[in-house]
């Protein structure tokens, strides 16, 4: 890795105005956190504010008003905005096939059957990782129509695995069990035995591919030339950023920006990576990893809310037709598309003082 790209990015900074991002996510991914801490933004021009959001409510909202420009979040929660509320939520491009996602226990928990007659603490009981913990509790003999188990609404996996470590949520209420994902999945597993959760089903055990966190705006941010192009610089710096964090030959380079990021020790920080880099449920999007939207994984998503009841649509309607990607459909690659040229017209070096 050439050094000489953090004097390029500390020049660029210092001689013109950075344009700012308002970027919502639940939690800081590992594309991000590269790009974040390698400099893939400021090299880029921007000024990335991180925006960590509190549960998918706040989220969506924030994207609608215009709070954020840009959001990561569950690709199902874009079917449900857009398909059962008719909001103009557009989708461009998708980041993950499922965070090392796992249905988590307190450690005197050591079976799903143990959970029948338990609360499940959720973000949301219409969310997708709602849906998915219906999915997996079923294959393992648990109905919710069948109240074997309820669901508790707390908020994103920060404030879910905080409840679960604790094994109470603030106001004393019991926890039992959560859905977990990168990084938490990891830094559970890394904690004392005795206090480390357990991991009772691992969600691509169950289903794979599913089509997990996606770049997601408002629609009306196309029709807005400058919107458009900050967008583009965004996604071209994310895709670098991903390009290099899935390139082995920049591990060392990508641990130390996840550690960094994190906070978390080298150790810890060396599983993160091979979780991120998880060829089934990392942060990946086969074949061409730029982002396309894996069909299959978006089609299990919406046939596993459609299982649970959780659409709102004619019986009749063709999700097939509403997931093909263009210009006013759920999916839009414009915006990808640019970004992608963008980055192979001026490539992304980004900077590390770890010998790559």
Known sequence: ??????????????????????????????????????????????????NQVANSSAAFASILNGEYDILTATVDNALNYRFNQNQNVTVIGQLDQGPDLVLASIPSITSVEQLKGKSIIVDSPVSGYAYLLQDVLAANGLSLANNDYYF??????????????????PNGTAVYATILTYPFTVESEALPSGEAPNILARISDVVAPVTSSAFTIRESSLSSTVETAILTRF????????KF????????????????????????????????????????????????VNQTGIMNDVNIRNKFGGFKVPSDFNFTAALVPGT??????????????????HPLNG???TPC
């Not at 990508?254 to 020790?265: C, D, H, M, T």
């Not at 080298?266 to 990893?289: F, K, R």
């Not at 006013?328 to 017209?345: F, H, M, N, Q, R």
């Open 328 to 345: 006013g459909k759920l999916i839009d690659y414009s915006v990808k598309a640019a970004a992608i040229a963008e980055y192979y017209k």
């Open 152 to 169: 508790m609404t707390v908020g994103g996996t920060p404030q879910r695995y905080s409840a679960l470590v604790n094994e109470v949520l």
């Open 235 to 242: 996604m071209a710096s994310m895709h670098a950023a991903n």
């Open 245 to 292: 964090l899935l390139n082995p030959k920049n591990k060392a380079c990508s641990i130390q920006a996840l550690a960094k990021q994190l906070g978390v020790s080298q150790a810890v920080a060396i599983e993160e990576y091979a979780s991120a880099t998880n060829p089934v449920s990392g942060e990946i999007s086969p074949p061409l990893n730029d982002f396309t």
């Open 351 to 353: 900077n590390c003082t």
């Open 1 to 50: 890795m050439q050094l000489h790209s953090l004097a390029l990015a500390s020049l660029l900074a210092s001689s013109q105005a950075l344009d700012t991002v308002q970027y919502g996510a639940f939690l800081a991914t590992a594309t991000y956190s590269v790009a974040n801490q390698l400099g893939f933004f400021t090299e880029n021009g921007l000024n990335v504010i991180y």
